[in-house]
């Protein structure tokens, strides 16, 4: 009898739209904007090829069961990654982990050594997450937002 790892991982695709905002949508401390629309979904996985990725749990009936997801991306000098999210009943197997090595080592073959992630004031699994991973919390900048369309949900 063949054993079959808990999960595998693989590039995010459009096609895993619903699935991945269904996710998103149902985790708390992500947040879901206009810019998350399968247009813009579409923009960014254009923009970033083969930088973002989804986890499938290979022993669910349903061969393409996301379990987990991660966008990343780079403007030329810094990435920066968004939307991780595990389903809670598939934390703590280390596939957040995976998922992040997975967009670092794409970055990294970009030339991308040093990366970024915002992380809501409010989630606090998430900072600990992040913080246990060896990444710093900067106090020494402000991020400040300017949406050109008026639409404070973009």
């Known amino acids: 009898m063949q054993v079959l ?6 590039t995010m695709t459009l096609d895993d739209y619903d699935a991945v ?3 998103m949508r149902a985790t708390p401390g992500i947040g879901v904007r206009d810019a998350d629309s399968r247009e813009g979904l579409a923009r960014y996985l254009e923009r970033n090829p083969g930088l973002s990725f989804v986890a499938i749990d290979a022993r669910a009936p349903d061969a393409n069961a996301i379990v987990g997801c ?3 991306g780079h403007d030329g000098r810094r990435g920066y990654l968004q939307h991780l999210l595990v389903l809670p009943a598939y934390r703590g197997q280390g596939i957040a982990r995976q998922l992040v090595a997975q967009c670092l080592q ?4 970009l030339g991308i050594h ?4 915002d992380v809501f004031r409010d989630n606090a699994a998430g900072q600990s997450f992040w913080e ?13 937002s300017f949406v050109s369309n008026g639409n404070a949900n973009a």
Do not use: E
């Not at 794409?106 to 073959?109: D, E, N």
């Not at 246990?132 to 400040?144: E, P």
């Open 114 to 117: 040093k990366s970024h992630v």
């Open 132 to 144: 246990n991973q060896g990444w710093h919390l900067r106090n020494d900048i402000c991020r400040y």
């Open 5 to 10: 790892p808990a999960f595998t991982i693989r």
């Open 21 to 23: 905002i269904a996710l």
């Open 106 to 109: 794409g970055l990294s073959q």
């Open 70 to 72: 991660i966008m990343s």
